[in-house]
């Protein structure tokens, strides 16, 4: 049988959406109103097509002996993750734009270069004075794998000039980058549950569906089903032994394969 029997609700969310009767915000909170009161399983609808899927025998082990539970080898996707995908060349395009945008000097008065000292030879701003021996020599260093394979050393009387900022304002600086990340990330955030919101619960929906139709089941003994569920393991279709859920057949059989 192919029936497909959808709970009322999930078919009147997506009527009410699909006309704009709701928006879908509303939808997910209406979906996750019914989840919080009923599971999918405890649903009238889920018990029915369980009682007819299910066999007798378990597809994996053919053990008759133990309970069976009907073992989904297919999950609906999260929310975010539908959106993330939906989304993905819009995202891509904005961080694009984002690092390319240059950020001025004189962005925000907080963050202006002012007049250092420099060394003449490097333009470093890492010079020191000596008092005593009355002249300013450079530290300015270069290190490569964490050692240092450079020094200026350069000793002068009279330092140039060169525009640099000043550790406040290099301070204000990364702390402005982080505020203009976030602002950023929250402006393509609002972007994209525009754009993609309404089309994300749809396809969400359209998963439930295809949650509860049970297309992708099989009769497992309660052993194999929670094997599966909780350590990620099968039975390997070669050996018999035990093969991780994602693999056509074990590591070993694998290996014997190539030899
Ligand atoms: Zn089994
Ligand atoms: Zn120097
Ligand atoms: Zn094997």
């Known amino acids: 049988m192919n029936t497909v029997r959808l709970p009322p609700h999930l078919v009147e969310i997506k009527t009410q959406l699909n006309d704009d009767q709701i928006t879908w915000q509303e939808a997910i909170d209406n979906l996750r109103a019914f989840t919080e009161k009923k599971k999918p399983w405890h649903t009238k609808e889920w018990k029915i097509t369980r009682q007819e899927k299910i066999q007798d025998l378990c597809v994996q082990c053919g053990d008759g002996d133990n309970i069976m539970v009907l073992q989904h080898l297919w999950h609906p996707e999260r929310f975010n993750d539908i959106l993330k995908r939906l989304s993905a060349d819009d995202t891509a395009k904005h961080w694009e734009a984002f690092k390319s945008e240059k950020i001025q000097d004189n962005w925000h008065p907080d963050v202006q270069k002012s007049p250092r000292n420099a060394c003449p030879s490097c333009q470093s701003i890492n010079v020191k004075f000596r008092k005593k021996m ?126």
């Open 134 to 259: 009355d002249h300013w020599v450079c530290c300015s260093t270069k290190s490569k794998y964490g050692r240092i394979i450079w020094r200026c050393a350069n000793e002068f009387s009279q330092p140039s000039s060169v525009m640099e900022y000043s550790p406040a304002a290099k301070q204000a600086l990364s702390n402005l980058k982080g505020i203009r990340y976030h602002a950023s990330k929250e402006a393509l955030n609002v972007e994209v549950l525009k754009k993609y919101g309404k089309k994300a619960v749809l396809f969400s929906i359209e998963q439930s569906e295809r949650y509860y139709s049970c297309v992708d089941t099989v009769t497992f003994c309660k052993p194999c089903a929670a094997n599966w569920d909780l350590n990620k393991i099968k039975i390997c279709p070669q050996c018999k032994g035990q093969c991780h859920i994602f693999l056509n057949k074990c590591l070993s059989c694998m290996a014997k394969c190539d030899e």
